[in-house]
């Protein structure tokens, strides 16, 4: 369970959300809930943003003349949807994120799919030049509603060891 209450005053509770370095156990797979259904205005909104003019995103009828028949959610939008289901789970006490590496668009996400995520920790060790901290790699996996797998990544990722995350050290 990732969140925790800590007392900081008799009677009075704070919520801890994230795992400490110590927590990660390889193997283990986390399901992010809940899931995200995405909006044409999600999708819209997150290509303006990024400056990515593409029509297959953002041109219904563009979107009808091609292969997949209707627009697309544009995949950066996918992965990071799928980053930010993570947090609390894998990286709400992080130091910093270190990478993502072999990310993979497997199956087109549409306008009024939802969205699921998951992580599995594949790998972690000690940090060489940070004592107080560790490194974990999770794969994460987004399904859609039909639990058809659309995209994939490796993410690392340094951790605090238990007592030292900022949260541990400032009283805010």
Do not use: C
Request: proline share 4%.
């Amino acid at each position: 369970m990732t969140k925790k209450m800590k007392e900081i005053s008799p009677g009075r509770y704070r919520e801890s959300f994230g795992r400490y370095y110590e927590e990660f156990v390889i193997g283990d797979v986390y399901e992010h809930r809940p899931g995200r259904t995405i909006t044409q205005s999600d999708n819209i909104w997150f290509t303006l943003l990024t400056m990515n003019q593409h029509p297959l995103h953002i041109d219904d009828e563009y979107g009808k003349g091609t292969e997949f028949g209707k627009t697309l959610v544009v995949s950066p939008f996918t992965v990071a949807l799928m980053v930010g289901m993570s947090v609390s789970d894998v990286s709400q006490k992080t130091v910093a994120n270190l990478g993502w590496t072999d990310i993979k668009m497997t199956h087109p996400l549409y306008v009024g799919d939802t969205l699921y995520a998951e992580s599995e920790v594949i790998e972690k060790r000690e940090s060489k030049s940070r004592p107080d901290e560790g490194i974990v790699t999770v794969k994460t996996i987004g399904k859609n509603q039909d639990g058809i797998e659309v995209a994939s990544f490796i993410r690392s990722a340094l951790i605090p060891r238990e007592g030292k995350a900022v949260e541990d050290k400032i009283d805010y």
